[in-house]
């Protein structure tokens, strides 16, 4: 069983940049395409970014590209979202997520993908 905790949430200004960590037990991130959504108050949750098992591969929600980047460190066992040139509508809470099958799988919306963390939420000021 996998787990997911995410952390580095909070409050930014517009323009300000976080970084987001998940930290990853019971499994190793390698062994999974690791994906981060957001799910905004009243809103359905949406696919953020992804990387592949590999590492070698990325997707990126339209919303997001140019502004945010996904990276790894296995050696931490951890997936980071950084997250610069905050917008408005970027305030959500972020969940992390692990896949067996494959980074196009998690896309839309993460339908079937295995695990989950819990969220950590960011908040933008306009």
């Known amino acids: 069983q996998v787990q997911l905790v995410e952390s580095g949430g909070g409050l930014v200004q517009a323009g300000g940049s976080l970084r987001l960590s998940c930290a990853a037990s019971?499994?190793?991130?390698?062994?999974?395409?690791m994906g981060w959504f957001r799910q905004a108050p009243g809103k359905e949750r949406e696919f953020v970014v992804n990387i592949s098992r590999g590492g070698t591969s990325t997707y990126y929600a339209d919303s997001v590209k140019g502004r945010f980047t996904i990276s790894r460190d296995i050696a931490k066992n951890t997936v980071y979202l950084q997250m610069n040139s905050l917008k408005p509508e970027d305030a959500a809470v972020y969940y992390c997520?692990?896949?067996?099958?494959?980074?196009?799988?998690?896309?839309?919306?993460?339908?079937?993908?295995?695990?989950w963390g819990k969220g950590t939420l960011v908040t933008v000021s306009s």
């Open positions: 019971g499994g190793t991130v390698s062994r999974y395409a």
């Open positions: 997520a692990a896949d067996s099958r494959s980074a196009q799988a998690m896309v839309p919306n993460g339908d079937g993908t295995d695990y």
